[in-house]
């Protein structure tokens, strides 16, 4: 049996951009990625999601909480579920915030620094490292909603457009496996961030075949 750690954002968490006037705007669970993930896989395989609306790589919200930043939590989350066999790292998206001023290299960094707990971990299977996938997010887009919404993410579509770039020679310097979320899914055109159940279907169906070669 192997265990499969899915650490990233409110796209792991399941936010439905078509329910967003509800209460609880998220996804049924079946139609969430980790779910369509975990279904591929089959029974010899337990996928954990790990997704938390606003998650960023390494950076503290000074206005939402330090929480949020995924390098101060993932060690302990990983030591949650431990013995863990691979860990799907799906993060950027959140870095793009106006307020982090951050470049498409400083968040596939900040991806990168995430790789390396995993790395030093010691919770894969006989106390070794966790095999680990760093997926990069699809470019975020233009929506037209205007203020506040765009401000928060101003100029986020042109730096998101670098993250394959970036992601993918991060992934190789530490030798990770690599899947370009762009190449299989969009954003939402309705707020340029999130992901249509479509797309979860189609984005859990990749990752699922880039972690059977991890995990067999």
Not at 56 to 75: A, K, M, Q, S, Y
Not at 135 to 156: I, K, Y
């Amino acid at each position: 049996m192997a265990t499969v750690v899915c650490f990233g954002d409110s796209n792991t968490w399941g936010y439905s951009v078509e329910r967003a006037a509800d209460p609880v705007p998220r996804l049924v669970t079946e139609d969430r990625w980790v779910s369509v993930t975990a279904r591929a896989l089959g029974p010899d395989h337990v996928v954990i999601a790990e997704g938390l609306p606003g998650r960023t790589t390494v950076f503290d919200d000074p206005i939402e909480g330090e929480h949020l930043n995924g390098h101060r939590l993932l060690r302990a989350c990983l030591e949650t579920h431990k013995p863990v066999d691979c860990v799907v790292v799906v993060l950027g998206t959140n870095d793009l915030k106006s307020l982090y001023s951050a470049s498409a290299w400083d968040i596939a960094q900040g991806a990168g620094r995430l790789l390396d707990v995993v790395a030093v971990s010691a919770c894969g299977p006989d106390g070794g490292a966790p095999q680990a996938l760093l997926v990069a997010p699809p470019p975020t887009r233009v929506t037209g909603l205007g203020a506040p919404f765009e401000d928060v993410l101003a100029g986020a579509d042109a730096r998101s457009r670098r993250f394959d770039a970036e992601f993918s020679a991060v992934a190789a310097n530490r030798g990770v496996a690599y899947l370009n979320a762009g190449e299989v899914i969009e954003s939402s055109p309705i707020d340029g961030v999130h992901w249509s159940p479509q797309a979860h279907r189609a984005i859990g169906q990749a990752i699922a075949a880039s972690v059977k070669g991890l995990t067999k």
